[in-house]
């Protein structure tokens, strides 16, 4: 181990095992960039000090995207809605179905097409520019106007989706045609699945971020209580950057003025940075890591 790593490790174990993590602010340890989290009302930048400086109002937000060209893109039950930096709406889709939550989650995908997670249906769709639905994948099981249809939506390089239906507690991934060619026991609420460069499945279901392999078996886990003295509660939105760290934000975070809003951690499961504010969002699912000048990482955005 080089000295610099040896110093990195050191300052990690150091921070992990610090009972006032948070005694001199929201943020323990090192932020590498600014991150793009949603709040329980609102989709923010934070900077490398945990303070706001680019906020948006809306309502619970469980998927949001820093895009290429700036715009934020996010899912919050009502729409899914892109707006500029200076708040302008360039998009925006509604579900005619709004009982159960519409819309949770969203992507921009390569085409200039969006996709969207219809909750309230259990269909995923693709949508061209103008909001044309141009694809439906009708996915089970679902319910009309469930709340937990589904979460988390993704089309992959390969041209099939991964849909994490929440309810069942399973991740499928679907062919174009419906095809089940894989299904993921998540054990728990299954929100949102990421599938990694060397073809494996990370999930996180609210007690754990787990890692499958094509067969469904469990090759790698992170459970929150993997960290002694930082108090995690359920894991939803993740975001698997370059370095193979993990960031992942909490549904329901604090509990007696305790918790961790947004969180990364490594593989080894050593914390890197962690995210504390009880009088601000108590709710914070979504999340993407970004550079210092709050610019989408380089590469795929794996979240």
């Keep these: 181990m080089t000295i610099r790593a040896t110093a990195i490790a050191l300052t990690v174990s150091v921070l992990a095992s610090t009972p006032a993590l948070f005694a001199d602010g929201p943020v323990a340890g090192t932020m590498s960039g600014k991150v793009l989290a949603a709040g329980s ?11 706001v400086e680019w906020e948006y109002p809306t309502a619970l937000t469980h998927d949001a995207w820093m895009l290429a060209n700036g715009n934020v893109l996010f899912a919050d039950g009502n729409s ?38 219809e909750n309230s249906t259990g269909k995923v769709l693709e949508l061209d520019p103008s909001g044309k639905v141009v694809f439906e994948l009708q996915t089970a099981p679902y319910k009309q106007g469930n709340h937990h249809n589904m979460r988390m939506a993704r089309k992959l390089k390969s041209g099939n989706y991964l849909v994490c239906h929440s309810g069942a507690k399973v991740v ?6 419906g095809e089940v060619v894989l299904e993921i026991n998540a054990g728990n609420v299954a929100f ?11 999930v996180a279901s609210l007690d ?10 469990a ?3 992170f459970a929150n209580t993997d960290i002694p003295d930082l ?3 359920n894991m939803t939105g993740i975001h698997l950057l370059p370095n193979g760290n993990i960031a992942t934000g909490c549904y329901g975070a604090y509990k007696g003025g305790k918790g961790t809003g947004l969180l990364e951690i490594t593989r080894d499961k050593k914390l890197v940075w962690a995210y504390s504010n009880p009088k601000a969002d108590g709710t914070m699912m979504a999340i993407q890591v970004l550079d210092k000048d709050a610019k989408p990482l380089s590469g795929a955005t794996l979240r």
């Design 208 to 217: 754990k971020i787990a890692e499958y392999d094509r067969s469904g078996k």
């Design 80 to 117: 899914v809605t892109e707006v500029t930096p200076d708040k302008k709406v360039v998009f925006q889709y509604k579900s005619a179905e709004q009982k159960g939550g519409g819309t949770y989650a969203c992507q921009r995908l390569d085409s200039g097409n969006t996709l969207v997670g």
């Design 219 to 221: 090759v790698w886990s």
């Design 172 to 177: 499928k991934e679907y062919t174009p045609k």
């Design 192 to 202: 949102a699945a990421v599938r990694t460069p060397g073809g494996n499945t990370l």
């Design 231 to 233: 108090t995690v509660t």
């Design 41 to 51: 009302k609102r989709v923010m930048i934070l900077d490398t000090k945990g303070q």
